[in-house]
């Protein structure tokens, strides 16, 4: 199990899996967007990657888009 949620193939506890970085950066100061998968649903979306380890789903989980 991968420990570091900037990981490709970490997946948190709400089953978001990390498809590794994006060439876009993010909201906060040295970070950047990540690709994330849904494990129940495939459903692709990004994520700040200080916020990967609570990210849920915005398409089955009511998470933000
Ligand atoms: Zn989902």
Redesign the pocket.
Known sequence: MNKETTNPGYINKNKQMNFGRTEEQGIDHGQWFYTIE?Q??N?KFKANGTDIWQRK?S???GGQP
């Open positions: 849904c129940n649903c459903f789903c398409n089955c989980q």
